[in-house]
């Protein structure tokens, strides 16, 4: 793996605009996943994070802090962690697990209400579940029926 230089999360900001815009994902996690242009657009609530490699976007997902975030928990102070997605070009450099990791420290910062974050991962999103496994988050055991079939509601404490 070659070396990760310094990656960091950062609201999103016009400067961005432009790579993410270039953001290409293969057809198979188009499936799971949005490319960051389909959201250029945002309704209240949606708070857009850049995943950053030494100041270039390579990575994109969504915080949702609206009425979708009781669809997966009771929890008021709850996060729903959406359209977590890599540039195709800077996949397998381990930038989705960085990015994971630096969630909570990011989310105590940034949302310092919020106690949990909620995400809804496929079933068939095999490499998905092991990534968020991996960085910390757990199964809680619930299960909804999605646009392409069962999704598991996976969740990490923040304290």
């Known amino acids: 793996?070659?070396?990760?230089?310094?990656?960091?999360?950062?609201?999103f900001s016009n400067q961005y605009l432009k790579e993410l815009n270039s953001f290409v994902l293969t057809d198979?996690?188009?499936?799971?996943?949005?490319?960051?242009?389909?959201?250029?657009?945002?309704?209240?609530g949606q708070h857009r994070i850049?995943?950053?490699?030494?100041?270039?976007?390579v990575g994109f997902f969504i915080l949702n802090s609206n009425?979708?975030?009781?669809?997966?928990?009771?929890?008021?102070?709850?996060?729903?962690l959406t359209a977590l997605s890599i540039n195709?070009?800077?996949?397998?450099?381990?930038?989705?697990?960085?990015?994971m990791t630096l969630l909570v420290e990011f989310v105590k910062a940034e949302f310092p209400y919020c106690d949990e974050i909620v995400l809804v991962v496929d079933k068939e999103n095999i490499?998905?579940?092991?990534?968020?496994?991996?960085?910390?988050?757990?199964?809680t055991?619930?299960?909804?029926?999605?646009?392409?079939g069962e999704e598991i509601i996976m969740r990490q404490e923040i304290n």
């Open 88 to 99: 195709h070009a800077e996949q397998g450099k381990g930038y989705a697990r960085l990015g």
């Open 67 to 80: 009425e979708r975030v009781k669809k997966y928990t009771n929890n008021t102070n709850a996060l729903l």
């Open 28 to 44: 198979e996690q188009q499936q799971f996943s949005a490319l960051p242009s389909k959201f250029e657009e945002i309704n209240e």
């Open 1 to 11: 793996m070659e070396k990760l230089k310094r990656v960091e999360l950062k609201h």
């Open 141 to 148: 055991g619930k299960r909804l029926k999605g646009r392409i």
């Open 127 to 139: 490499p998905a579940q092991k990534l968020y496994l991996k960085v910390g988050f757990e199964d």
């Open 50 to 57: 850049v995943i950053l490699n030494e100041n270039v976007p």
